[in-house]
């Protein structure tokens, strides 16, 4: 069906169509362009609300917190420490990219749709307005030979009337016998004049009816048709193209989907990741004690006239009985003082299972007593790993030392070797001194951990003489002395004569037991041990596993009871014992 042989007649109506199609086309386009902007916003509130709830940092309300509590705040280290936080951290992760296919939506569809129709609709605007530029064009022309033919006709149809009045006249003229005969031809030839004038009219209005007729079949045959033509082919291609938008709209969505759907796996796989078991095992492993529950409290009976001692009125054994003050293991009533309501201070720090002031550097003594065992256990370890890597860096670098002094012997040239001896003498000191370190905090870990006999607790306390010079030791072995009850066992006088030599202290780790092995390893590659601590190893040698690797890349081995040294983790196959895992 074409618009030029059904509608040739309207054109002001098809004027007015063509234009509410362009209308509705820029109603469309705006609509998507809203349809952006809700996704933009969208896109923003969901990455505004997974930012809300990440982990804050540095943030001063948290630090103030974290001195207070700090096993009860929710940190930036310790979110992902359990798996419930690690799979909220994950959603939190994937809504960022969910909200990023939100953004890729809004992009498609500015690029794919408002800006393609936006230019459009410029084009079918100019389009529309050449085609029926050219329709009124025709209809001006048709307008104008029809004009022509009407003044043509006019004008025959007077001169066939002054044609008719002149012949008249002349006949009368003719009749009349008063009239002269000069009057009679002056009439006849005027009456012949008219005739004339009226053949020559009817022939140029036979002619011009000839051109309209010709030109108003050109018109609505032809011209009109052609136009009406490409002003149905304008409009269907606008049609066409709204239809293809409007796909492009369900695809923008639709290719997202995807990934969507991945960001929705992934934080459904997270959710399946959380583990009640392993989550209730990190809060043991956090927050344990390592005391033991109080044992039975004595009968005291009134009935019988005796005074009680300051011992039992504190729930503490007395240092003046000759008593030692019991250990952590004990289940006497001296263990019952962290419970007592007495000491509400203390009750709250030990359920808590955090001391507030030993965070605070230096408020603590060296060897972490004020500390519950398995804590203290905790803080000598990382004390001691961290000991071990500053002895590695000095000993690397006393190493590249040495290796700048051979050169320097060899090649006097590049430098005097004399002028590192006074930087390797330092590095020698300092790695004695960490040594020395070393020895005084794995003393205290394998107090803690069993490995030795424990002490009592006054030779213990005064383990501090390697810091003699450091005034906080006397002030952790004051606190050390002092009850529930905030009196001190002892007199400061005691407390000195209890000293113990270094060279005692010293002794007691001549007769460490050698560790016990938890299992075994392949050397998969040679290893020339040549600094001090190291063993070397030949390539698929099986050697004996004492110590795991803790996190510095090293792992200690034995051949035998007399050669032990540490080897790179990555150099070995390690084979644990079954039991070693477990434990």
């Not at 992934?266 to 109080?294: C, L, R, W, Y």
């Not at 000991?387 to 190493?399: A, G, P, Y």
């Not at 006397?474 to 060279?503: F, H, I, L, W």
Request: aromatic content about 8%; charged content about 35%.
């Amino acid at each position: 069906m074409s618009w030029g042989t059904e509608l040739w007649d309207q054109f002001d109506n098809l004027e007015k169509h063509t234009q509410w199609g362009i209308d509705v086309l820029e109603k469309y386009i705006k609509f998507v362009k809203e349809r952006t902007e809700i996704e933009l916003s969208y896109a923003k509130q969901l990455r505004n609300l997974s930012k809300k709830y990440q982990p804050k940092k540095n943030s001063k309300e948290e630090e103030e917190y974290r001195l207070c509590w700090p096993k009860f705040c929710l940190l930036r280290q310790d979110f992902s420490r359990y798996t419930s936080t690690r799979a909220f951290l994950a959603t939190l992760n994937e809504m960022n990219d969910y909200a990023g296919q939100h953004e890729v939506i809004s992009e498609n569809m500015t690029s794919l749709i408002t800006a393609e129709l936006t230019r459009y609709v410029q084009e079918l605007k100019q389009e529309r307005k050449s085609h029926f530029h050219d329709g009124r064009k025709a209809q001006q022309h048709i307008e104008t030979c029809w004009k022509q033919l009407e003044a043509s006709k006019r004008r025959f149809e007077r001169d066939c009337k002054e044609a008719d009045r002149a012949q008249q006249y002349f006949e009368k003229m003719d009749a009349d016998i008063n009239v002269t005969k000069a009057d009679v031809e002056k009439a006849r030839q005027q009456a012949q004049l008219r005739h004339q004038m009226a053949e020559d009219s009817k022939a140029e209005y036979s002619s011009t009816l000839q051109k309209f007729n010709s030109e108003q079949h050109e018109h609505y045959y032809t011209h009109i048709p052609n136009i009406f033509q490409k002003i149905q082919e304008m409009e269907e291609r606008r049609i066409v193209r709204i239809g293809e938008s409007m796909k492009t709209f369900a695809e923008v969505d639709r290719q997202v989907i995807p990934i969507i759907g991945k960001c929705l796996d992934e934080i459904t796989k997270a959710a399946e990741s959380v583990d009640h078991k392993n989550d209730s095992q990190m809060v043991i492993e956090a927050f344990k004690s390592g005391f033991e529950p109080p044992g039975d409290v004595d009968f005291e009976d009134f009935t019988q006239p005796m005074k009680r001692t300051v011992s039992e009125s504190s729930l503490s054994n007395s240092r003046g009985d000759g008593k030692s003050e019991p250990k952590f293991g004990s289940k006497s009533k001296g263990k019952l003082w962290p419970f007592i309501k007495k000491n509400k201070l203390s009750l709250k720090l030990i359920n808590l299972n955090t001391q507030v002031w030993s965070l605070i550097e230096g408020a603590g003594p060296e060897d972490f007593s004020n500390l519950p065992p398995e804590q203290r256990r905790k803080k000598l370890q990382q004390k001691v790993d961290e000991l071990n890597r500053d002895i590695q860096k000095e000993m690397d670098s006393r190493d590249a030392l040495t290796k700048m002094k051979d050169v320097y012997i060899k090649n006097p040239q590049m430098g005097d070797a004399a002028s590192v001896d006074h930087r390797l003498a330092e590095l020698g000191q300092n790695i004695e001194k960490l040594r020395l370190e070393v020895q005084k905090f794995e003393g205290w870990l394998a107090e803690v951990e069993g490995r030795l006999p424990a002490r009592s607790e006054q030779p213990r306390r005064q383990s501090g003489v390697y810091e003699a010079q450091n005034a906080s030791g006397v002030n952790s072995c004051a606190q050390d002395r002092e009850s529930p009850d905030g009196s001190y066992t002892e007199e400061q006088s005691q407390e000195t004569e209890m000293k113990v030599p270094a060279t005692d202290f010293d002794d007691e780790f001549d007769d460490e037991e050698p560790l016990p092995t938890i299992g075994t390893c392949k050397a998969l590659y040679t290893f020339e041990g040549q600094n001090e601590g190291t063993i070397s190893v030949a390539e698929g040698e099986m050697l004996y596993v004492i110590e795991e690797d803790k996190g510095d890349g090293w792992t200690r081995i034995r051949r035998n009871e007399d050669e032990e040294g540490y080897v790179p983790t990555s150099y070995v196959e390690v084979y644990l014992d079954k039991n070693a895992k477990d434990s």
